[in-house]
């Protein structure tokens, strides 16, 4: 195998992972994590709306003098930090985007989410946009009608004993690169 297709291979390899890797948003792009001026309210509704999140991505919130509270839907609506599931107070917040789902998050002072600083993400699986769908064979002595698996059962649901998608998604990759391996060790070089 020659330089030049060593480094082709490994540019084709590099841009398959990169697809297949969680990507990183900053949260409100160039205006961060803050009060919104009075006619942009819903800066942070607008914004998540207009991007499509999935389980392996992040979210960067950049703030001073403030927090990042991750709460429930109940608490996203009225303000509510009192019960968070988590709160942040670094300025410089990572958040992984580990399930799918809702994430509901306000900031830590009520007054600034009163105002429109919060944000809710609906995060989607890579693999599994929607649930796939039960084939049922045709009825037959040689075809056994086995009854449709639970929703929890399907994979990615998070609540099955499986790993989900991203155990798909990893296994995929891993067996891209062991591919790309085995087959530039079976090439002669020079």
Not at 12 to 23: E, H, K, P, Q, S
Not at 79 to 100: A, E, H, M, Y
Not at 155 to 169: F, H, I, K, L, Y
Request: aromatic share 12%; hydrophobic share 40%; proline share 8%.
């Amino acid at each position: 195998m020659t330089s030049a297709s060593t480094n082709l291979a490994l540019l084709f390899l590099t841009c398959i992972i990169a697809a297949v890797a969680g990507r990183q948003f900053l949260v409100g792009e160039n205006v961060g994590w803050r009060v919104p001026a009075m006619r942009e309210t819903q800066l942070y509704d607008v914004w998540a709306f207009r991007r499509h999140f999935y389980v392996g991505d992040t979210l960067r919130f950049q703030y001073k003098n403030d927090s990042v509270v991750l709460t429930t839907e109940s608490a996203f609506l009225r303000c509510d930090s009192r019960q968070p599931i988590s709160v942040f107070n670094d300025g410089n917040t990572v958040i992984n985007l580990d399930k799918v789902g809702k994430f509901y998050f306000i900031s830590g002072k009520a007054n600034r989410c009163i105002k429109g600083q919060k944000m809710a993400v609906n995060v989607e699986s890579r693999n599994y946009p929607y649930p796939p769908p039960v084939v049922t064979p045709p009825h037959s002595p040689n075809y056994p009608i086995y009854p449709a698996p639970a929703s929890s059962q399907l994979p990615g649901s998070g609540n099955s004993s499986d790993s989900g998608p991203e155990a798909t998604v990893s296994i995929s990759v891993m067996s891209f690169i062991v591919a790309i391996v085995g087959l530039w060790l079976c090439v002669d070089h020079p």
